[in-house]
């Protein structure tokens, strides 16, 4: 049975639900997240804490008669802002609790896998600006099945 599904499609449903973030808080962390935005803006672009998800890379994985596995490359990025160096590493550590709790829930779709194994990294910049900003960012990969034609 051929799938049907299309690189797109998969996108915008991981996205949608990524989006459920917005105004919410978890993680250990009453700091709702402002913002979940697609693309990798400017850290100063949107108020914070706010959640950025991005493609960075895709690749056919295999090909089979019918069907062509597309693995997409996606970032995940949180920024924050705190008072104090404790309180920032504290509150970046509830925010990436936060995101993975909800991606761990993710029920995806048919023909859609990955998206497991994250890695977070974490930086710190000081500055009288923009007191501490600490960021977080994830690369991860998910795998669509897509009907030959479909993409």
Same mark, same amino acid.
């Given at each position: 049975m051929?799938?049907?599904?299309t690189v ?5 449903h ?10 919410? #808080?978890?993680?250990? #962390?009453?700091?709702?997240?402002e ?8 850290v ?19 090909? #089979?008669?019918n069907?062509?596995?597309w693995?997409q490359?996606?970032? =995940? ?5 705190s ?8 509150e ?10 909800k991606?761990?829930?993710y #029920? ?11 890695r ?11 007191g501490? =900003? ?13 009907g030959?034609?479909?993409?």
């Amino acid at each position: 049975m051929a799938t049907t599904n299309t690189v797109a499609a998969a996108w915008a449903h991981f996205f949608a639900y990524m989006e459920e973030l917005e105004d919410t #808080s978890g993680g250990g #962390s009453i700091i709702k997240i402002e913002k979940v935005i697609e693309g990798d803006p400017d850290v100063f672009a949107w108020p914070k804490p706010f959640l950025a998800v991005t493609i960075t890379g895709q690749i056919v994985a295999s090909r #089979s008669d019918n069907d062509k596995v597309w693995e997409q490359t996606i970032k =995940l990025r949180i920024v924050a802002t705190s008072p104090g160096m404790g309180q920032a590493i504290g509150e970046i550590a509830a925010k990436i609790a936060q995101v993975e709790d909800k991606i761990e829930a993710y #029920s995806k779709p048919g023909g859609v896998s990955g998206f497991e194994n994250a890695r977070w990294g974490v930086g710190l910049e000081t500055g009288p600006e923009i007191g501490f =900003l600490v960021t977080a960012a994830s690369i991860r990969t998910f795998s669509v099945k897509v009907g030959r034609g479909a993409n």
